[in-house]
């Protein structure tokens, strides 16, 4: 892949009034536009203070500009960033004058995109910019961080060397040897196999700590009208997210929020009482509600104290095996205590939603079922790309195991071949256009 060679050029702050804005532009005309602007030639990192001119030679504005030439800058090209006063117009005005000069306006993501292509960094690196752009918690932004600085990435290249490195001798062992599968058992193959297993099923579950911590788990209340369920939520969220009353059947709609645990997202969304209902607005809202149930990671069924059972019947049958909580609401009417406990192999929690009491254990209980150790160190951000990338890479080694207990070294150097294309997809050492597209895609303009 090529990268291009035109120039571009985007508001790399903030939209909106501020103190400072800030203007990149990057690609073979740098040197041009600053000359022109400035009216100077700039040294390579020097911050100049000056006036800002148009074309007509007319003052836009006052600030600094530095420039940073290629290959030593963020994209490998030249890069000029003018910092000037924040206002909407001024930015505009700077914006179109550079965009005069035959530079044409940055697509989303395109700096990060050129830094990747002109090997300034690998995918992951990429990825983790707008990770720590996007982080709304002090530990994913951290996670973030060691992907940017690249620990993942040395963590995947480690395993794709020794993958390569064990394809390579079983190749050659096919072309010379005619005993090839004792030479190979000889040598260790197996043992080497499995340690490659191991070390992906080590990288995989640190990978889906950093997913989580990234992307955070999605939890459905659901239960009966009246059980408390909107209490519920703004409980957890310490805000009057939802109307509460003692009318049932008041949540009609599905509402959503999101807070932190142990600096994990979760995605809370409370929804309308399950019940047979003959009411139009009713029934939508049921069936809203059973759409976010069954996608939902987990289901907390609310239920109240006064009942002596809780029914799972209410549910759909295609959740049935969902992981659930049940939460045993308005312990402080009938005079119960917060506890926690398993009936059925589920866990059970007593809680009153409206004083807050249990609710501090229901947390720890979606975090332990988030399976995150917040403590942990060396997560790094992770997406559902690399899970399922790892993923894959462990189906062909397992396959490459299988192969070689049935004496199949051919077959054996072929898995090895495939799982080192899914590896090598993380890095984007081996990437479609497709798959760049999408990931730079969702990248905020100007970075």
Not at 65 to 71: M, S, V
Not at 115 to 139: H, P, R, T, Y
Not at 335 to 344: A, E, F, R, W
Not at 415 to 427: K, N
């Amino acid at each position: 892949m090529t990268p291009k060679v035109d120039t571009i050029c985007a508001i790399a702050s903030a939209i909106g009034q501020s103190g400072i804005g800030i203007i990149r532009v990057s690609g073979p005309l740098v040197k041009s536009i600053f000359k022109q602007i400035l009216q100077t030639n700039l040294k390579p990192r020097y911050a100049y203070y000056g006036p800002f001119y148009d074309f007509e030679g007319s003052v836009i504005d006052k600030g600094v500009a530095i420039f940073f030439p290629g290959p030593n800058s963020y994209t490998g090209e030249d890069i000029v960033e003018f910092h000037g006063h924040g206002g909407a117009s001024v930015l505009r005005k700077l914006l179109e004058t550079i965009t005069d000069s035959k530079v044409r306006l940055a697509e989303p993501g395109e700096f990060t995109k050129r830094a990747f292509l002109n090997g300034k960094m690998d995918l992951i690196q990429a990825e983790a910019v707008q990770d720590l752009i996007q982080s709304n918690s002090e530990e994913s932004a951290l996670s973030a961080v060691r992907s940017l600085t690249g620990e993942f990435s040395t963590k995947i290249n480690e395993l794709l060397s020794e993958l390569i490195s064990l394809r390579v001798f079983v190749e050659a062992t096919i072309d010379f040897s005619e005993e090839e599968i004792d030479f190979l058992e000889s040598h260790e193959v197996s043992s080497k196999l499995y340690a490659l297993k191991k070390s992906l099923n080590d990288i995989l579950n640190t990978a889906t700590q950093g997913a989580i911590l990234r992307d955070g788990i999605y939890v459905a209340i659901a239960g009966k009208p009246n059980a408390g369920k909107s209490s519920l939520l703004n409980s957890l969220t310490k805000q009057s997210s939802a109307i509460v009353t003692d009318i049932a059947g008041t949540t009609r709609d599905v509402l959503k929020e999101t807070i932190h645990i142990d600096g994990m997202p979760v995605h809370i969304i409370d929804t309308a009482g399950l019940h047979n209902s003959n009411d139009v607005i009713e029934q939508e809202g049921i069936r809203r509600a059973n759409m976010e149930i069954k996608n939902a990671d987990i289901i907390l069924l609310v239920y109240d104290s006064n009942d002596s059972v809780f029914d799972l019947t209410i549910l759909p049958d295609s959740v049935k095996d969902k992981p659930k909580i049940l939460v045993r609401n308005k312990i402080d009417l009938v005079g119960l205590k917060p506890s926690v406990q398993k009936v059925d192999h589920v866990l059970d929690i007593a809680i009153s939603a409206k004083n807050g009491e249990g609710v501090d254990s229901l947390q720890d209980a979606l975090s332990e079922f988030a399976g995150l150790n917040a403590t942990a160190e060396g997560v790094f951000l992770a997406r559902k790309r690399h899970i399922n990338a790892i993923e894959e890479t462990l189906v062909f080694i397992s396959n490459a195991i299988d192969q070689l207990k049935q004496g199949s070294s051919e077959l054996v150097a072929e898995d090895l071949r495939q799982a080192g294309l899914q590896l090598s997809q993380i890095t984007g050492e081996f990437s479609s256009d497709d798959l760049l597209g999408e990931i730079f895609s969702s990248f905020c303009i100007g970075k």
